[in-house]
């Protein structure tokens, strides 16, 4: 079985949904025949690189909230985030386009490491409050994972993988995807947000079936 | 005045795989979403906190 799952590095949501996949996982009896892999998605792809604003600034412009509302708001995600084991610290977090951290994704796979990568770029923007558009940043965080840091350089220099990037966006698109997390389960199911850890393991099972029922399957 | 259509023999029933049973959801382009629609998650517009 192969899970695709559309996420932002910057997603508070994504990060949540993904630790309650990996649950359901751990619970699936078949886990071991199911591939996850990791596509991209940027939810705001007109963030200036640089810009460094934290990010309560960019949700309290977006929202036109006062900043005692967005305090509210992200206290209440990082409460559910600790419930997976994820200390959110929007304090230190700061806005950052993740064109760049997606191509490192992508990179990674390349060395099969997407998931270790995403996993690690995730942690660094909503925990340990990195600027996930520097590129000597994501240059030390790819070395972290076993990308070599030669590749991640020469690539953050170039355009590599960017068709790779906005080729996951179109197929986002093309699905019907226009927010994240969004789990597709072997281009069958659809899975949108960050939903209980039971329901993945329903659609885990569910789609399991269904692939056996189509193969033949005993 | 109907008409029936003539039987048809066995021998000419090409049998194709057995329909596989699809749960309820909504379907969306090609994809049946399974989960409840209203689980949180983030978008171009923002995310729901």
Known sequence: MRIEVWSDVVCPWCYIGKRRLERALSGFEHAGEVEVVWRSFQLDPSTPRGARVPVRETIAQKMGGSMKQVMAMTEHVSSLAAQEGLAYDFDRSVSANTFDAHRLTHLAAAHGLGGEMHERLLSAQLIEGETLDDAETLVRLGAEVGVPAGDARRMLAGDEYAEDVRDDVREAQALGVSGVPFFVLDRAYGVSGAQPVETFASALRTAYEHAGAATGRS | ?49
Do not use: H, K, Q, Y
């Not at chain 2, 039987?7 to 057995?18: I, K, Q, S, V, Y």
């Not at chain 2, 629609?37 to 983030?42: F, G, I, K, S, V």
């Open chain 2, 1 to 49: 005045m109907t008409s029936r259509p003539e039987p048809r023999d066995a021998a000419e029933e090409t049998p194709g795989p057995a329909p596989v049973p699809v749960p309820p959801g909504l379907v969306t382009p090609g994809l049946v979403t399974l989960g409840s629609e209203d689980a949180p998650a983030c978008s171009d517009g923002g995310c729901v906190w």
